[in-house]
């Protein structure tokens, strides 16, 4: 057998055992650890998903993850916000 055959059997008895939930948290977590390294997900990596999880896990799962991004960066904003502008106030009542 091929190193390439007893690669995709690995991979296919690692994935038969699992729910689809099970599945879908196993791609995200991956996608997050490889975010967290390097700051974005490589072609490389989406190409391995893709292949382990099937095109629409994968992508289903960059999409959810990407999504949490934007909603963890819109919830730190406010908070910078309210201390941009309780800075400018104290250095108004400085002024004054």
């Given at each position: 057998?091929?190193?390439?055959?007893f690669f995709?059997?690995?991979?296919?008895?690692i994935?038969?055992n699992?729910?689809?939930?099970?599945?879908?948290?196993?791609?995200?977590?991956?996608?997050?650890?490889?975010?967290?390294?390097?700051?974005?997900?490589?072609?490389?990596?989406?190409r391995?998903?893709?292949?382990?999880?099937?095109n629409?896990?994968?992508n289903?799962?960059?999409?959810?993850?990407?999504?949490?991004?934007?909603?963890?960066?819109?919830?730190?904003?406010?908070?910078?916000?309210?201390?941009?502008?309780?800075?400018?106030?104290?250095?108004?009542?400085?002024?004054?």
């Amino acid at each position: 057998m091929s190193v390439i055959g007893f690669f995709k059997r690995s991979q296919e008895m690692i994935t038969e055992n699992k729910t689809p939930t099970e599945l879908c948290l196993e791609c995200e977590s991956i996608i997050e650890e490889e975010k967290k390294e390097y700051g974005r997900v490589s072609i490389m990596t989406m190409r391995m998903l893709r292949e382990k999880f099937g095109n629409d896990r994968a992508n289903r799962a960059m999409w959810r993850q990407q999504k949490k991004t934007i909603e963890k960066e819109e919830a730190e904003e406010p908070n910078e916000l309210i201390k941009i502008l309780s800075d400018l106030i104290k250095d108004k009542k400085q002024e004054l």
